[in-house]
C-alpha cells in the first residue's frame, strides 16, 4: 500500500485532546482517501458532548435534523399514558428529540422504521420499539400525561418519566427494515437476539441457535441511524433518505465503499444520486465537497450536534457536513420504487465447517442485491463417529484462452538494508509460491532508486520468467510541475528495456499507487497522457499503464491515460460483513473495455499512535479472506488476466505474506515480530497455479494450514497506550485452517481448551474452531497414521493482553 504524507492529521475525534502531530512519510494511509492526503489541512475537533438529566439514570436523545418528513401516519390508537423503566428505556427501537415535536412527528418516525410502539415523552421526545424492556409500561391515569407538544401546545406529549403510547395496528408498516429467514449453517450456540440498541447502530438477529441442532432464525438490518431518523427526499430523482444525523469521521471512514472528493459545486442531492447510483444504501456529505458512499455502516459512530457547519459548494442554503464532521443519510426507498429492499445471506463456492458441533445437517438460503454480486452454493455436514463431515470445495475456473499473471506488491521502502542477495531470496520464494513478478512501489527516498536497481539485476539473473515492474507512489513523489513528470519518465525509462521487465499485450507494465489529482501543473489529470504517456511513447517506451487512483469510477472509460485499473480497495472488506464480489462489478462497469486488475489480501491491521504514523485500524479478515478472495478471483478469470497480491511485505499493516526481512517501520514490531505469515504459501501456491491455467493443481501432499490473532476481539489491553482500533468490533474469535488432502481423511484442530475432529474429502477444505486460552495445533490423519501436523511455539491466545495486536499467526505444516 502506498504512504501518507507529512500533512496529514489526525482525525481521531476525543474529547479535549489537542491537535495531533503530524504524520510522517513513509507509510500510508487508507486508500480511498489516500489522493486526498497530499493537500488536505484539516485539523483535529474537540467532540463535544450533552448530557440530560440524572433520573432513572438515562439521557436525553440527540436532536432531529430539520429535514423531515410531514406526511400523517395512518393505523395508529393511543394505549394511554404509561410510566417509563427504570436505567433503561421502556421502547429501545430508535428515539429523538426535536423542538417541533406533535405525536404525528413521532409516530411518522417509528412508522417508516416499521416499528409496532411509538411514544411521547417530555414535550419533545420520542420513542420506538417493538416491546416492552424494564420495568415500566404500567398504566397511568390519562391526565399524567399532560405536557404541552413542543411542536403545538393543542396536543399533548407525555411528562417527565411518563409516556403517551401508541400502537401500530395498520395493514402497512411502511418502509420496514428487510427480513431474511435462513438456516444457519451449522450451529454456534445458544443465543436469543435483544431488540435494537437506541443508540448504537447495527444489526439485530432474533431467535434461538442451539448447538447441535438444524437451527432456523430471523435477521433484521434496522435503518441503522443512532438516534435521529428525518427524511430527506432528493429532488433530483425523489428517492427518499433518512437524515441519520452529523457523525465523527475519522482517516478509517465512516463510509468506505466509494468517496468523490473536491466536488466544488457538490449538493446533497448529487452526493445522494450518486450512492444510490452505485448501488449504495449509504450515503455521507462532508468538508463542503466531499461524497462518501458505503454497503453498510461501523457498528459504533459518535455524533456531534455542532459539527456539521459547513455550506454545500453547490448550494450555500444546505449544510454538507464539517471539517471531519459527515451527515449520513440511508435510503429508504429508490426512485420510482417500492420500500422493499433485498437482504443478502451469501455462502461462497466452497465448503466450511465451524467446529462447535457434531450433529448438524443444513442447507444455505441465497438471494442477492444489485450492489453484490455472489453465488452461493450449499455447504454440508453430518454426524459420524469421527466428527463433522465436511465435502471439499468446488475446483471449477471458467476457462480462458489469454495468459494470466499473478504480482505481489513489494514495498520498496521496506528494503533500505536489501543487498542483491536479499532481493534474490525474495524472488525465489516468490516464484515457488506461483507468483510471476513484484509490482515494486516506489517511494520518494533517495535511496530506493538503487534498491529498485539491485532488484532488477537479481531478477534478471534469477531468469525463470520472473518479472518486475515499478508502482509509482503518487503520495509522496511530486506531481505537481512538468518536471515531476519528466522525473518519473526517466524512471521508467531506466528499467523499460530489461530482460526481467514485465510486459503486458508486448507493452512495457506501470502502476502507480493513487495519483488522480496528479496535474503537473496543468490544471488538469489529463497531464498523464500528455506529459508521461505520450513522452515515454516518444522517447520510444511503449506502456501498459494500469494505476490504483481512488476518483470518481464513472470517468475510467474516458481516462484516455489508463489502460486499466488495479481496485486496491477490492482485496479487503469495508465493514463488519465479509468481502463481496460487488466493488469488482462496479468497476469492470465502469472500466468498459479497459482492464480490470483485482486485489487479494490475506490481512490488514495498523497500529501506529498519534505521536507516530496516526494510523489504528483493521479490515475485517475472518472466514478465510485469504482463500476467499482467490476464489472470488478465479472465477472471473474470464474477465481479467492480471490480480495483485496486496502485499510480499507491508509489515506495518500486516499484509505481508512474505518472510518477515528487511527494515520495519519504527513500532510495528511490536505487532509483526513472531507472526509469520510464509504459511500461507502453500495456499498462494494452489491458487496462484489455478487463476493462471484455469485448472486446479492435483493435491499431492497433505498440507494444513491455520492462523489465529492472539487475543479475544473485545479484550481490554492492560498497557496500550494506542487505544483499541477501529474495526475491532468486526471481528471474531476463531482459529481458522484450510487443509489440502491427497484422500478423504481426519481432521483435528485444538484452540486452548477447545478441540473439534472433522471427516474431510480429498481436496481443499475449510475448517474453524472457536478460540480459547492457549496454543494451537492441527493434525491429518489416515487410516490410523498423522500424514500432517503443526503445533505452534511461542504463540498462545489469551483474553488478557498487554497490548492490542489483531495481527494474525500463521502456521502450516510446511513451513
Known sequence: MAPVVASLLTSLAILSLAEASPLSPGRHARPDVANLLSTSKRGLHTLLSRYYGTAHGLTRPPPLQNKRDASIPAGWTSVGCVDESWDERLLQGTSFSSSSMTPTLCLTQCQKLGFTYGGTEFGDECYCGDSFVGSGGVAATASTCNMPCAGDSSETCGQSWYISLYMYNGTSAGCAASTTTATAAIATANTTGAALNPVVPGTTTTGTTTTGAATTGTTTTGAASPTSTSTHTDSQDSSEWYSLGCAVDTSARVLSGYSQEYWYNMTTDDCLTKCEGMGYPFAGTEFGQECYCALTLPTTISYSTTGCNMNCGGDSTETCGGNWFIELYELISAANASCTTTATTSIGNN????????????????????????????????????????????????????????????????????????????????????????????????????????????????????????????????????????????????????????????????????????????????????????????????????????????????????????????????????????????????????????????????????????????????????????????????????????????????????????????????????????????????????????????????????????????????????????????????????VLCTEAATVTLTAGSNTQTFSVSAGLSKLKVASSAGGISGSIARNGATTASYTSTGFSWTTTPATYNYNYFVGSSSS
Not at 682 to 699: Q, R, V, W
Not at 730 to 736: I, V
Open 351 to 738: 465448503n466450511l465447517a465451524i467446529g462447535t458441533a457434531t450433529t448438524t445437517t443444513t442447507t444455505a438460503a441465497t438471494t442477492t442485491t444489485a450492489a453484490a454480486i455472489t453465488t452461493a452454493t450449499t455447504a454440508t455436514t453430518t454426524a459420524n463417529a469421527a466428527g463433522t463431515t465436511v465435502t471439499a470445495a468446488a475446483t471449477s475456473a471458467p476457462s480462458s484462452s489469454t495468459t494470466h499473471n499473478v504480482w505481489a506488491h513489494h514495498m520498496v521502502g521496506n528494503t533500505y538494508p536489501y543487498a542483491v542477495s536479499d532481493w534474490a531470496s525474495d524472488i525465489a520464494e516468490a516464484y515457488a509460491a506461483g507468483i510471476d513478478g513484484f509490482a515494486l512501489n516506489m517511494g520518494s527516498d533517495s535511496w530506493q532508486p538503487d534498491r529498485i536497481n539491485d532488484a532488477y539485476t537479481a531478477a534478471t539473473s534469477f531468469g525463470n520468467g520472473f518479472k518486475l515492474f515499478l508502482s509509482l507512489d503518487m503520495t509522496v513523489l511530486s506531481c505537481g510541475s512538468s518536471s515531476d513528470a519528466a522525473n518519473l519518465v526517466s524512471l521508467v525509462q531506466s528499467h523499460a528495456s530489461s530482460s526481467a521487465q514485465a510486459m503486458h499485450n508486448g507493452q512495457v507494465l506501470v502502476s502507480t499507487f493513487a495519483g488522480s489529482d496528479c496535474t503537473f501543473g496543468t490544471g488538469s489529470n489529463n497531464a498523464w497522457q500528455t506529459l508521461f504517456v505520450n513522452a515515454l511513447t516518444n522517447d520510444g517506451v511503449d506502456i501498459f499503464f494500469v494505476p490504483s487512483v481512488f476518483s470518481d469510477v464513472s470517468t475510467f472509460s474516458s481516462d484516455t491515460w489508463m489502460d486499466g485499473e488495479l481496485n486496491w480497495n477490492s482485496g479487503w472488506p469495508m465493514g463488519s460483513t465479509d468481502l463481496t464480489t460487488a466493488s469488482d462489478t462496479t468497476y469492470m462497469n465502469a472500466l468498459g473495455s479497459k482492464e480490470y486488475m483485482p486485489a487479494i489480501s490475506p490481512f490488514f491491521f495498523t497500529h501506529f499512535g498519534v505521536n507516530s504514523w496516526n494510523k489504528n485500524w483493521l479490515y475485517r479478515s475472518d472466514d478465510w479472506l485469504y482463500a476467499t478472495r482467490w476464489e472470488q478471483v478465479i472465477a472471473m478469470r474470464d474477465s481479467v488476466k492480471m490480480t495483485e497480491i496486496l502485499t510480499w511485505n507491508d509489515f506495518g499493516e500486516s499484509s505481508y505474506i512474505g518472510p518477515i526481512h528487511g527494515a520495519l517501520p519504527a513500532g510495528s514490531d511490536a505487532w509483526v515480530d513472531g507472526y509469520d505469515h510464509q504459511g500461507l504459501s502453500a495456499l498462494t501456491k494452489y491458487y496462484a497455479t489455478a487463476f493462471k491455467t484455469g485448472s486446479y493443481p492435483a493435491i499431492t501432499t497433505d498440507t494444513i494450514v491455520m492462523w489465529s490473532r492472539p487475543h479475544s476481539y473485545d479484550a481490554v489491553a492492560t498497557s496500550d497506550s494506542v487505544g483499541r482500533p477501529t474495526g475491532w468490533d468486526w471481528t471474531q474469535d476463531y482459529l481458522y485452517a484450510v
